[in-house]
Each structure stands twice: as C-alpha cells, then as structure tokens.
C-alpha cells in the first residue's frame, strides 16, 4: 500500500489496530482502501469507549460524564486520558488519542456523520447503563434489558458498519437500511461473547447474564459455577444459547445480501466464529471453570472457509447439527433448541 505517503498518526492509528486484535485487524485492512480507513477508526473509537466501559477503577460519575461527551471528545484536539487503571489492554490507545482524533478529520463529510452519530448513542447507552448497574448489583435484569444493553454495545455497531458499507457504494442501500438484520449481526456476536465470558466477568463483577433467565435456575448468577447446582447452571446455559440462536437466521439473511468479497470476509469471519463458539459452549459445564475459546486450528479453517455465502451456510449448518447432537432430552429447553437449530436449517 502506499504507506510511504501516510502522516505519522495514520500510522499510528494502524500500529493500535494491529495491536488490539491480530486475526480481525487482518482483515480490516484488505477491505477496499477508503472503507478500510473508515472503518480502522470506526473500531477505534468504538475501542476508545470500551476502554472507558470496561475500566472499573474510573469513579462512575467520571466514567458516565466521559461516556456521555464521547461525541465532542473525538472533535477535541490533543484530548487523551491517562488515568486508566493499569491493567487495561488499551491504556496506551486512550494515552495517544489524539492521532485518532488527527486522523477522523480526514475522512469524508458522510462516514464522519455515521461514526459520530453511534458514538453518540453508544456513549450515551453505556452511560444509562452504568448508572443503573451502579444502584442495581444484579446488573441486567430483564431479557428487554439484556437486548437493551447488547443493542448498545453492539447492535450500534452493526447500524454504523451497514451505513458505512452503503455509504462507500460499495454494498446497495438497502444494507444501510435494513436495521433489523444489522442488529442481529451484533446481537449474534455480543451474545456468544458475553456466554462465554461468564466467569471473567463475574471476577471482575461485571454482570450480564439477565436475572430473568438465571433467577428460573439459581438464586444467584454466581450460584452457577457451584458444583452443587450442576445440572440447573447447564440448563441455564441452554437457555442462554437459545437465546444467542435466535439471532443466527437474520444473520444469514444480512450474509446473503452482502456483494463486495472483502465486506463479505470481514463481516462473515466473526460470525462463523461466533456459531462454532456456540456450539462448542453448549451443554459445556467447562464454561462455568474456564474461559472456553475454539481451538486455533479451527478458527484458522474457519477464516479461510467463511469466503461465501455457500460455505458460510454450510458452517452454520455444521454447527447446528453439533448442538443438535449434544442436545439433552431432559433439559427444559431440548424442544426449543431443535426448534430453533431446524429454523437456522431452514433460513439457510
Ligand atoms: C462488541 C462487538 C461484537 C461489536 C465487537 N466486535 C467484534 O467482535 C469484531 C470481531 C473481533 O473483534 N474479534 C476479536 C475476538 C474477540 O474480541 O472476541 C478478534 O481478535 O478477532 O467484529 C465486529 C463486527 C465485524 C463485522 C461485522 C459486524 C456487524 C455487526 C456488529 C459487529 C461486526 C466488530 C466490528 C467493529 Cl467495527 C468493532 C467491534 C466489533
């Protein structure tokens, strides 16, 4: 690429992609040159939230009255944040904002809009919630909520990429349009995540699983990694997936209506991933000991299988046919978690 001409923040900017997460940063950057860039500082602002998010030794005030200001401060020059606690991954990132700031006011009028704008809500979102989290110890309550804070997180974050894609031309307007399918993709991914880091969240008190769904099994959401509750916390953890698999089919549908090959890789990658760790979560007690991830070599297969729409189905369809045969018919949800596996089948 023609990095020579790049100014030092570009550079830089590129340097913190790479750092913060290998595989996905890949492929970011062989999306087509204007998009990448877009989208390059799309994650980092996104990243700068989450740094802020996910710092529990920020005062909350501090943290709600950053997170609600997360839309001027991108327009602030020279603005960064030193106090973050010292174990955070991306302290050094909030450390050099500024080039990410620098580098935003490059982009064009229309992805510069689209970034603010979920900046915005997202700032806004995190805020609500961490307030509410603040004066409610349970965390998520309802299974509205939990699709609440996870629209958020992530949802936003599909709304902002489909308005990017249909922005560069590259994807019809339609993609840009169609919000229900873009919030599943987020949905979809955020919710595998949050299964399977049940325990490192609960360390860190950060508490996502929704009351509603934990409160039919457990007394307490911690009450899960109890060995004494064993055959309730699997249960639990069927219905928790259910839950993830009703996003699966919208997915598909958003999948197929992707025509640019490099929006498709970048887009279909996190997804493949996000079945296979479904799949390899449920009916799994390990997920209430460890934090269980999908082995590298199968995310390498992954990776390089998930190039069309033909192979991305026939991943999904793989996957549900895993939890299908891992299914217990003496878990409450046995019936369901077919009924819901037979649909992805049938969206395919
Ligand atoms: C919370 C999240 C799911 C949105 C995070 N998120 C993703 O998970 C990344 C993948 C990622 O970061 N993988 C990590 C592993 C991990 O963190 O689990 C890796 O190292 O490979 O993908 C998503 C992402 C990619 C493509 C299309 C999307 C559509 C809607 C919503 C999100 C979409 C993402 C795109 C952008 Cl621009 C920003 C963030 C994300």
Same mark, same amino acid.
């Given at each position: ?20 997460? @290998? ?10 040159? #204007?998009? *990448? ?8 602002? $996104?990243? %700068? ?18 997170? *609600? ?8 020059? =020279? ?5 973050? =606690? ?16 620098? #580098? ?18 997202? =700032?806004? %979102? ?12 349970? =965390? ?17 974050? %599909? ?6 894609? !249909? ?18 993709? %987020? ?11 049940? $325990? #490192? ?13 934990? !409160? ?5 959401? !911690?009450?899960?990694? &109890? ?11 069927? @219905? ?15 999948? !197929? ?17 996000? /079945? ?38 026939? /991943?999904? @369809?793989?996957?549900? *046919? ?7 018919? *003496? &878990? ?17």
């Amino acid at each position: 690429k023609k990095i020579a001409s790049w100014s030092k923040s570009k550079i830089r900017c590129y340097e913190f992609l790479n750092m913060t997460s @290998r595989s996905f940063a890949a492929v970011i950057q062989e999306l087509n040159d #204007e998009l *990448r860039d877009a989208v390059c500082l799309f994650y980092l602002v $996104l990243r %700068g939230l989450d740094t802020i998010e996910d710092d529990m030794t920020i005062p909350i005030e501090k943290k709600v009255s950053i997170l *609600r200001s997360w839309e001027e401060i991108i327009v602030t020059d =020279g603005w960064n944040f030193t106090e973050n =606690g010292p174990n955070e991954k991306d302290r050094q990132l909030l450390v050099e904002y500024p080039v990410v700031i620098e #580098e935003l006011k490059n982009l064009n009028k229309t992805y510069k809009e689209i970034i603010f704008d979920i900046a915005k809500q997202m =700032g806004n %979102g995190m805020a609500d919630y961490a307030t509410n989290a603040a004066h409610n110890k349970f =965390g998520v309550n309802t299974v509205k909520d939990y699709d609440q804070y996870c629209f958020y997180v992530a949802g936003l974050v %599909g709304l902002g990429l489909s308005s990017l894609f !249909s922005a560069s031309g590259l994807e019809s307007p339609e993609v840009g349009r169609n919000t229900k399918l873009s919030i599943s993709m %987020g949905l979809f991914l955020q919710k595998a995540n949050i299964i399977r880091d049940y $325990l #490192e969240d609960l360390d860190d008190n950060r508490r996502f699983w929704p009351k509603e769904i934990w !409160s039919q099994y457990v007394n307490d959401l !911690s009450d899960l990694k &109890d060995p004494e509750h064993k055959k309730q916390a699997i249960n639990c953890l069927s @219905r928790m997936c259910l839950d993830a698999l009703q996003r699966a089919p919208d997915c598909l549908t958003y999948l !197929s209506n992707i025509r640019d090959q490099k929006i498709f890789n970048f887009c279909a990658i996190p997804q493949v991933m996000a /079945i296979a760790t479904l799949a390899i979560l449920f009916q799994n007690y390990q997920v209430y000991q460890k934090n269980v991830k999908i082995r590298k070599g199968e995310t390498l297969k992954l990776i390089q299988k998930a190039t069309n729409i033909l192979n991305v189905i026939d /991943i999904f @369809r793989h996957y549900t *046919r895993v939890i299908i045969t891992k299914n217990n018919s *003496r &878990d409450p949800n046995f019936l369901k978690i077919s009924i819901a596996c037979g649909q992805i089948e049938q969206s395919c």
